[in-house]
């Protein structure tokens, strides 16, 4: 649809206050989950997108995770104690470093199969057991989340981003198949995800405080896994999810009518926008039957990278920051520097390669 002058200005704006609102407000931070329900309702109004398809697909799309994040809840705390003793075993027999190393390593690079969900799970309940005072958890989350959201896009199952690339160019003239990512990016993959291992087994002495035990640990951490606490949670993944849905639909239209036909390098840096809408839509945008492999390389990787930048940006990044109550501000703190970084690095490499 061709979108009025009014309609892409408020577009615009809106981008922005999803941006800047809760990296600035305290309110909007510790409610970002209806603030952001909000942007997308007023996103799907202006461009005028309702339909009862959009809300059925709003109300359906966060039940599986949801479901997740309740299910796994509910078998962590169960399981709580013995998750504990496995971590306190691993940091006392090969190290913190190392441990930490492995963590980000593992879950990066298995995340394409128990899926981004999954491996955001475990992340979050194994944090917590870790021997790090609260910025060293923040950075280790942080460094994993990007190694989940890099590693989980290399299957069909591993995040809807990759579903969706594989559905759009099973035929002529790629053929896609279930490796084709693996094929096409599983290298940049792997660098990133060490490279983001390497980061987090050098978390700086001072922010490493003594190991508690596991009864310490668990007396620290119950209120984590009330039943109370679960199903809070639970709902607020729900809601973040839901207007994740409608802020995309509603600013998919803006996307079609700015970036849909752009070249390699302008999409890499325009797909910066994946930090706050869900990578999934805009390839779907993007990613058409007849792209280069070049362009495809280009556009998958800013996504993958840029989502690790803001909370919205990635489901990992959702459930561990409401598992773990890490702000807007904390977060961006320790990724949106890290993220530019890593943009700038994976430009230069792919024009190089590619």
Known sequence: MELAVWQTTLLSLLIAVVLFLPLTVHKVEENLEAFLFLCGIVA??????????????????????????LIAGLLFRKFNVHLQKLTHKAVKTIGLRWT????????????????????????????????????????????????????????????????????KLKGAPHFADFWFLLEHLGWYVFGGVVLMAGMASSIRAEVIQKAPGPKAAENNEGDGHTIKS???????????VMALVFLGDGLKPLAMQT???????????????????????????????????????????????????????NIPNIICASKLGIKSKEWAKHAVALGAALMIACFIILNVAL
């Open 44 to 69: 799907v109004s202006v461009s005028k997108m309702w339909s009862g398809h959009l809300v059925l697909t709003a109300l359906e799309d966060p039940i599986k995770i949801t479901l997740a994040v």
């Open 100 to 167: 930490l190393f492995l963590i980000v390593f593992l879950l990066g690079l298995t995340s394409s199969v128990i899926t981004a969900i999954i491996a955001a799970l475990i992340l979050a309940e194994v944090t917590v057991m870790l021997p790090l005072e609260r910025k060293g958890r923040t950075r280790l989350v942080v460094f994993s989340c990007f190694a989940i959201g890099m590693g989980a896009v290399l299957t069909s199952i591993g995040e809807p981003l990759g579903t969706v690339v594989l559905s």
């Open 230 to 240: 679960i199903v809070v949670r639970a709902a607020k993944v729900y809601l973040f």
């Open 259 to 313: 970036i849909s036909h752009l070249s390699a390098n302008w999409l890499y840096w325009i797909n910066a926008l994946s930090a706050v809408l869900d990578n999934a839509t805009l390839a779907a945008i993007e990613v058409t039957p007849d792209i280069s492999t070049r362009t495809l390389t280009f556009l998958l990787m800013s996504l993958i990278i840029s989502g690790g930048m803001l909370i919205p940006g």
